[in-house]
């Protein structure tokens, strides 16, 4: 199971995909439904309207009755990967990664899952400067386009303003929205957001991003924090603040996953310090009930 440190360090971003996929879509099985497929499945009675090109005139020679051949055809869905490029996303663990390192490779993994599933993807950088978008596509083009915006992206400013986020969701298309951030934001605007997208889209599944030297606040003695959004400062002692610090979070969090739940979202919270797979099959399983 390689760790996010690994998948970064090889320096490319589409073979990092592929081995943070792979080992978990070996058991993974694609939906089927009954179609024009070329998978036989089974005769059912022809009826008024029936496209004759599904006919099977031998059956019909032979019975004098009319039946269609069904097969079976995979489903698929349109994914739509949005993903959080504020300057908060810049925040480094440990490990030396930041935020948007672990964000790219997880996106990157996500696509590539759902273009081996059939998938039509999407992605949306949301930047102050304005959003990056690309539309959905199933073609043999697309990962290449979406990799390479991927590594092009990087962090900086504000979450973008409403106007600059109108595009997102002044179109309805049913899609399952996978929104990767770390969900710090000044007001509701995050919240304001994802609720426009699932009555514009559907499924929102919420990925939330978290370091380990934030979940254990890992630090010691007097520290100096930055608000890498706003530049705003604040000093404390971290041995004396630990203990305040951790019980803060988790009602922060424990609030942000009913909040999350409440506008009938999934949520997952993730640690950039562990493995892609839990992030890998959470979207997988939601895939499977859209």
């Known amino acids: 199971m390689l760790t996010p440190e690994h998948l970064h360090a090889l320096h490319n971003l589409p073979l990092a995909a592929k081995q943070a996929a792979e080992g978990l879509l070996h058991g993974a099985h694609q939906s089927r439904r009954r179609g024009a497929g070329l998978e036989f499945s089974q ?8 496209d004759l090109r599904r006919l099977d005139w031998r059956l019909a020679a032979r019975s004098d009755r009319y039946y269609l051949r069904e097969s079976e055809v995979d489903t698929s869905l349109v994914v739509h990967l949005v993903l959080d490029a504020t300057a908060s996303m810049n925040h480094q663990d440990l490990n030396g990664l930041t935020k948007l ?8 993994a996500l696509a590539y899952v759902a273009t081996q599933q059939g998938d039509s993807v999407a ?9 990056h978008h690309l539309p959905p596509r ?9 990799y390479y915006a991927l590594q092009e992206t990087q962090a900086a400013g504000r ?13 309805r298309q049913p899609a399952l929205t996978v929104c990767v951030s770390d969900l710090y934001e000044e007001g509701q605007e995050m919240e304001q957001l994802f609720t426009r997208l699932r009555a514009a ?7 939330h991003l978290l370091a380990r030297n934030e979940l254990e606040f890992s630090y010691r003695g007097a520290v100096t924090f930055e608000d890498l959004e706003t530049g705003r400062t604040l000093q404390l002692d971290a041995d004396q603040q ?10 922060w969090l424990r609030d942000t996953a009913q909040q999350a739940r409440r506008h009938g979202f999934d949520y997952y919270q993730l640690n950039t310090a562990e493995p892609l797979t839990q992030a890998l099959r959470e979207f997988l399983k939601r895939r499977s009930q859209a």
Request: net charge positive; charged share 20%.
């Open 43 to 50: 005769y059912r009675p022809y009826q008024p309207g029936d």
């Open 101 to 108: 390192d672990y964000a790219r490779l997880l996106c990157a």
């Open 123 to 131: 992605l949306t950088v949301l930047h102050p400067t304005g959003l």
């Open 138 to 146: 199933a073609d043999a083009r697309q990962l290449p386009r979406l």
């Open 159 to 171: 979450f973008p303003d409403a106007a600059t986020l109108a595009p997102l969701t002044a179109r």
């Open 201 to 207: 889209s559907g499924e929102v599944l919420l990925l």
């Open 242 to 251: 630990r203990r305040a610090w951790q019980q803060h979070l988790q009602q």
